[in-house]
C-alpha cells in the first residue's frame, strides 16, 4: 500500500487519488523515518565519528536514537517515511535536533513530492540582512586525512577560509565515506546571517536562535508539544504552507515524499566551539495515522 501510494502522488500529485485507509491486517504506518535517501556531510568535526558516519545516518530511522552531523554549510541528510507526509491544518512534520539555549545551529529545510523537484521552506530570516541567496562553497580535500587537519574552502562570493580543526577532536574532518571518494565538495543554497557572539555574562560563546522556520534551533516552538503526541517535544515545527520555489514564490504542495536538512551557516564560532554544524536527531511525521 504504501509504495501504491508513492506511485499514486507521483501520477497525480493528488493524495485524493489514493486510498490510504488501513484494513484490519494493516500494522499501519509509523510516524518516524523510514529511510535515510542519502547524507552527504560537509567537513566537520563530528564527521567520521559516532555522530558523523554511516551507522549515525541509519540511527535516525524508526524513532530517536541519536543524532546525525551534517557538517559545515551545505551538508545534509535526506530522509523518508513510509507515507506520503500531507499538509494538514498547521504542522505537518517535525524535526529533533540537540539545540538549547545559547546553542542553535540552524538547518534549513526543503521538501520533495518526487525526489527530484525541491522547494524549501521559508523561515524568518528570508530577506534579513545577512541572508545570502544562491550561495555556493567548494571545500578541499587536504593533503591528508589520518588524521585532523584544516579544510580549504571558497565561496562564491569571494571569499576563503577553512573549517578549522578544535583540540579534542582529533580523528580527520574530511568525510571519508562518500562514494566515488570526491576530492572537492560543493554546496549550493541559501546561507543564513551569523548567530554567534562572545556572551561576557555567560563567558562562552552563544549561537542565538532565529524566530521560526529552521531545524536544530532553539525557537519557541521547541518545546511545544503538536496535538497530544508528547513525542513531538525537543522538536522543531514545519508546516508545508511555507514553501516557496527557487524564485521565492509560494507553491501549493498537499503532499510530499522526501525531506532535506542542510547546515546553513558558514561561520567559525570560536575556540572551544568550532564550526556550526546543524544536528538531525529524528524526524516524525504527523500524518502516520491518516
Ligand atoms: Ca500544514
Ligand atoms: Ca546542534
Not at 530577506?127 to 562553497?137: E, K, V, W
Request: with cysteine.
Amino acid at each position: 500500500m504504501r509504495y501504491n501510494s508513492f506511485v499514486c502522488a507521483l501520477a497525480a500529485l493528488s493524495v485524493t487519488a489514493c486510498n490510504t485507509e488501513h484494513g484490519p491486517d494493516d500494522p499501519g504506518n509509523s510516524k518516524w523515518i523510514s529511510r535515510v535517501v542519502e547524507y552527504r556531510p560537509a567537513p566537520g568535526q563530528f564527521i567520521n565519528t559516532f555522530q558523523g558516519n554511516a551507522t549515525a545516518a541509519e540511527g535516525i530511522v524508526g524513532g530517536r536514537n541519536g543524532c546525525l552531523s551534517l557538517g559545515g554549510f551545505g551538508g545534509y541528510v535526506i530522509f523518508e517515511f513510509d507515507h506520503e507526509v500531507r499538509n494538514i491544518d498547521g504542522t505537518d512534520f517535525v524535526i529533533f535536533g540537540n539545540a538549547f539555549d545559547g546553542n542553535s545551529e540552524p538547518g534549513i529545510v526543503e521538501v520533495s513530492p518526487d525526489g527530484n523537484v525541491w522547494y524549501r521552506l521559508q523561515g524568518s530570516e528570508d530577506g534579513a540582512a545577512g541572508t545570502l541567496q544562491d550561495y555556493t562553497i567548494a571545500y578541499t580535500k587536504p593533503a591528508q586525512t589520518e588524521t585532523a587537519e584544516d579544510v580549504p574552502w571558497s565561496d562564491n562570493r569571494g571569499g576563503r577560509g577553512t573549517v578549522r580543526t578544535v583540540t579534542y577532536h582529533t580523528q580527520p574532518y574530511w568525510p571519508l565515506f562518500l562514494p566515488g571518494n570526491p576530492q572537492e565538495l560543493s554546496f549550493s543554497g541559501v546561507r543564513l546571517p551569523d548567530n554567534s557572539s562572545w556572551s561576557e555574562s555567560g563567558n562562552k560563546y552563544v549561537q542565538t536562535a532565529f524566530a521560526w522556520g529552521y531545524a536544530d534551533n532553539w525557537s519557541a516552538d521547541y518545546n511545544e508539544m503538536v496535538g497530544n503526541d508528547p513525542d513531538t517535544r525537543a522538536s522543531n515545527k514545519f508546516d508545508l504552507d511555507n514553501a516557496v520555489d527557487r524564485d521565492g514564490n509560494p507553491v501549493v504542495l498537499t503532499a510530499i515524499r522526501q525531506i532535506k536538512v542542510y547546515t546553513a551557516l558558514n561561520q567559525w564560532v570560536g575556540n572551544g566551539v568550532g564550526e556550526t554544524s546543524t544536528e538531525v536527531c529524528g524526524a516524525l511525521s504527523l500524518s502516520a495515522d491518516l
